[in-house]
């Protein structure tokens, strides 16, 4: 009946954290890279995105180097192209729900592939614990994540324009920034594992972290492995880009400090010492 189905996806609505999710309003002003910044690495993430395969990208580094931002854009890419279909950010600014971590990536999987809603509404409404803060992971992730994406392949040759055979992508932000390590390093197994199932749809895992032991030591073998630094060649003149287009909107933005037209500031000598 179509209020048990509403009752069992409003169930769903109710546990998904919305702070989890990439574009949240609860997460403006959202952290991205400016326009002709990152680039060659994000053309190194995108390559391996755009693989068709189920090799998993770890992109790691100390704290501040800009992880949250490099993937932040590399979502709003993927959703552009239709190709995003979960993500969840963690951050120490909202309380994100670890036990909301599986029901709001089924949400996201639901909306990308309209056709799995009734499978994870079904499973919902045959088991009332499914969405419950208890409930095993494994469970979750099988009843609301992998029997889902699998009716895909059956649905394939009846909707071939939602599966096309392109490779996805889900987004895991920060995973050490609210998990223990325990619950970081379970998490990494269960997805990994769980989606490198032939039976479905091919989906990268993004993960970003500090370079955890913890973290490393449950990564896949074939991941592929970014250590972000701030101080290779690239990123040091990203840094100056920034800084260039920083003081510009400032000499620009006080006219009556810098005059119209505005002066030219700083010296390239000042801006070198910078």
Partial sequence: ?????EHSWNSLCNVVDLTGIFDSEYRQPHSQCMPN??????KRITQVLDQRDWTNVWLNGLAGVGKTSVVFTIAKEMMAAKRLVGTFFFSHKHSSQVDAIIPTIA????????????TVVLAIKNDKMLLSAGK??????????????????????????????????IIIDALDECLSSEEAARLVMLLT???????LPFIHLIFTSRPEAHI?????????????????????????????ASLDKTRTSRPTVFGQPPVPWPSEDDFETL
Wanted: hydrophobic share 40%; glycine share 2%; charged share 25%.
């Fill in 193 to 199: 594992y769980a989606l490198a199932c032939p039976d």
């Fill in 136 to 169: 095993s992971r494994v469970d979750q992730i099988r009843e609301l994540i992998i029997k889902p994406l699998q009716t895909l392949k059956d649905l394939n040759n009846l909707h071939p324009s939602e599966f096309h055979g392109e490779p996805y992508a």
């Fill in 1 to 5: 009946p179509a209020a048990s189905y």
């Fill in 216 to 244: 490393r030591t449950v990564m896949p073998s074939g991941v592929y492995e970014i250590l972000l630094t701030t101080r290779d060649e690239d990123a040091i003149q990203d840094v100056r880009f920034f800084l260039r």
């Fill in 107 to 118: 949400y996201q999987l639901a909306l990308a592939f309209p056709h799995i809603q009734d």
């Fill in 37 to 42: 910044t990152r680039v060659a690495l994000r």
